[in-house]
């Protein structure tokens, strides 16, 4: 018997559109930023992630808006 893993994505929206995403992978929160073809990193919890990717935008931009997919 297969087991299905579920998949969550979360979009991350900046003023001029998006700025990267979050997605799940069996226990970690995987972050890429837009237009990288390589992952930013994992990590153990969503706030974790969340902080992770708004650290890599550029000095003073907002915290993103995320929306789930």
């Known amino acids: ?3 299905a893993k ?3 994505l979360w979009v ?3 003023p001029a559109g998006a700025v990267g995403k ?3 992978d ?3 929160y995987v972050v890429q930023m837009a237009g990288a073809d390589e992952e930013l990193g994992r990590y153990p ?3 974790i992630a969340k902080s992770a ?3 890599h935008l550029k000095p003073g931009s907002e915290r ?3 929306r789930e997919h």
């Open 64 to 66: 993103p808006e995320f």
């Open 22 to 24: 979050i997605q799940t």
């Open 53 to 55: 990717l708004t650290a």
């Open 12 to 14: 991350a929206y900046g």
């Open 45 to 47: 919890t969503m706030e």
């Open 26 to 28: 069996d226990d970690w």
């Open 1 to 3: 018997m297969t087991e």
């Open 6 to 8: 579920t998949r969550r």
